[in-house]
C-alpha cells in the first residue's frame, strides 16, 4: 500500500555488521509487523507491535532486534548474530491486531 | 503452533478455465484466513479473507471455502485471466488472539497460459 514505506529497497550487509531496515506508515495503524520472505517460501513472523513501547517475538526472532517508540514507525534490526540473513524483509500494518495486514513494498537484503 | 500447508506448490491453468488452491490448518482456534497474491518481487496484496463464522465468501471472479470441521479452506479462480498468474499464499491466524500473527502455507505459483 502507498501508506506503508520500506527503506531500502535493496541493502548490503557485510560480516559482523548489524544492519537497519526502515517500515513507516502513515494509516495510523496500531498494529505493525515484520516478516522474512525466503525465496519460493512462505513468510515467516519475526516481530510484532500492536502499540507504541511495546512488541512480541514471533516465530524466528533470533538474531533481530526491533523498536516501536513512535506509531509510525517500525524498525528492524538485522544484528551480526543472524547468520543467514539473505532473504526479503517484509514489513505489515493493520488498523488494530484483528483487522487485515497490508505490506509494504519490501527490503531485499544480501550479504558482501 | 499453527501450521499451515498449501497444495499444490505449482498450477498451470489455461487461460479461462478455474484454479483451485487448497489449504489445511493445524489449530482448531484459528479463525481468520487471508489469501495474498504476490508478482515476481513484490509485496503480497491481500486479495480475499474469511473468517470462521462464514463458509464461503466471493469476490467477482475469486471465491474462498472453508471447512471448519476438516480444518481446510480453499481458493477458486474462475476463469482465469493471463494477469491471475502470480505467487498465492494462503495464511491463518486466531483473530481474537494477542497479535494476530499469521502463518503463512509455503505458496502455490500460478501459470495461466494464454
Known amino acids: 500500500d502507498g501508506g506503508i514505506t520500506q527503506s531500502p529497497k535493496y541493502l548490503f550487509r557485510k560480516e559482523g555488521q548489524n544492519v537497519t531496515l526502515s517500515c513507516e506508515q502513515n494509516l495510523n495503524h496500531d498494529a505493525m509487523y515484520w516478516y522474512r520472505q525466503d525465496p519460493g517460501q512462505g513468510l515467516r513472523l519475526i516481530y510484532y507491535s500492536q502499540i507504541v513501547n511495546d512488541f512480541q517475538k514471533g516465530d524466528i526472532a533470533e538474531g533481530y532486534s526491533v523498536s516501536r517508540e513512535k506509531k509510525e514507525s517500525f524498525p528492524l534490526t538485522v544484528t551480526s548474530a543472524q547468520k543467514n540473513p539473505t532473504a526479503f524483509y517484509l514489513c505489515a500494518s493493520a488498523a488494530y491486531s484483528n483487522q487485515p495486514q497490508h505490506f509494504g513494498d519490501g527490503t531485499r537484503l544480501s550479504i558482501l | 503452533g499453527e501450521n499451515v500447508e498449501q497444495h499444490p506448490s505449482t498450477l498451470s491453468v489455461q487461460e479461462g478455465d478455474s484454479a483451485v488452491i487448497k489449504c489445511t490448518y493445524s489449530d482448531s482456534a484459528s479463525n481468520y484466513f487471508p489469501w495474498y497474491k504476490q508478482e515476481l518481487g513484490k509485496r503480497p496484496q491481500l486479495i480475499i479473507d474469511i473468517r470462521s463464522n462464514v463458509g464461503e465468501k466471493k469476490d467477482q471472479r475469486i471465491a474462498v471455502t472453508l471447512n471448519k470441521t476438516a480444518k481446510h479452506f480453499s481458493l477458486h479462480i474462475t476463469e482465469t485471466q493471463p494477469e491471475d498468474s502470480a505467487v498465492y499464499f494462503c495464511?491463518?491466524?486466531?483473530?481474537?488472539?494477542?497479535?494476530?500473527?499469521?502463518?503463512f502455507g509455503g505458496g502455490t505459483r500460478v501459470l495461466v497460459k494464454p
Open positions: 495464511a491463518a491466524s486466531r483473530v481474537k488472539a494477542a497479535g494476530n500473527k499469521l502463518t
